[in-house]
């Protein structure tokens, strides 16, 4: 099989658009993302359910361990690499995320996706894309799409927001198989456009990062609609929100019903 199954594709799409909802910031960037009510999985998936979330994304340890919460109610899509923060200075100067869950535990889990975060520019990005191969190839082996975090980094990017460095990261995750690209904004639709004509027919989907203004955040959502993008993965911008289902009502008008952001905050 050399495309993802449609059957797969089409689990986390809604009339050609998409919106998951990120929780894998527990590993990535530890306790400090989290407060009294999010550092609970039940809350953030059950956000989730409530909103058109067409996408979890959890690393292994929480899809097994609250899979009940969440299967057959909203696809899954499960991260196979990941690191912590804490050897932060190396991280920075040479990033790395090994590979913490395999293609075929992820298909065990129910993963109607797997997600891969690649440092395009690190110095030992050889070693990740030697990685990305075999997970890659392995998805293929059960139709399942697979997500690029493509997120320039490392010693050799000094602006990982730069335009063409985030198309040129858009364009290694078409050309290494990704059939997902999710990429940060590069603050604004004419340099967006460049992410995503470089990314061809993969379907770009744009990082939410953390914004504490939801009007910025809004237009930025539908800044990278209007020039091809299918939609966000978000993250911070919802769960750390005081009302994470204000958030996701606006994002699901902008995009789903094609709301301008005045419309999307009535």
């Known amino acids: 099989m050399l495309e993802p199954s449609q059957k797969y594709m089409s689990r986390l799409f809604k009339d050609g658009r998409a919106m998951f909802l990120a929780y894998d910031q527990g590993l990535e960037h530890g306790p ?23 996408g979890l994304i959890f ?37 790395y995320s090994p590979v913490v869950c395999s293609v075929d ?3 065990k889990l129910g993963a109607d996706a797997v997600g891969y975060t690649l440092y395009v520019g690190s110095p ?12 890659q190839e392995k998805a293929r082996d059960y139709g399942l799409p697979v997500v ?59 990082a939410g990062g953390l914004k504490s203004d939801l009007n910025v955040f809004l237009k930025q959502t539908r800044d990278i609609l209007d020039v091809g993008a299918a939609g966000v993965a978000v993250g911070r911008n919802v769960w750390q929100s005081d009302d994470p289902d204000k958030v996701s009502r606006a994002l699901e008008k902008i995009i789903f019903d094609n709301k301008s952001v005045e419309e999307a905050l009535k």
């Not at 030992?124 to 997970?135: L, N, Q, S």
């Not at 198989?177 to 770009?204: H, I, N, P, Q």
């Open 148 to 206: 690029g975090w493509m997120y320039p980094r490392g010693k050799y990017v000094t602006n990982d927001v730069d335009p063409n460095i985030v198309a040129y990261g858009a364009r290694v995750g078409l050309e290494l198989g990704c059939d997902l690209l999710k990429v940060k904004y590069t603050g604004s639709k004419e340099t967006f456009k460049k992410v995503t004509d470089m990314a061809g027919r993969a379907k770009v989907l744009c």
């Open 105 to 107: 535990y992820a298909v």
């Open 32 to 54: 400090k993302d989290f407060n009294d009510k999010n550092y609970n999985p039940e809350y953030i998936i059950d956000i989730a359910l409530r909103n058109k979330y067409t």
């Open 59 to 95: 690393h292994k340890g929480l899809a097994e361990k609250y899979r009940e919460n969440y299967s057959g109610r909203v696809p899954l899509i499960v991260k196979v690499n990941g690191k912590d923060n804490i050897a932060k200075a190396q991280a920075e100067e040479a990033p």
């Open 124 to 135: 030992i990005e050889a070693e990740a894309m030697k990685d990305f191969r075999e997970v």
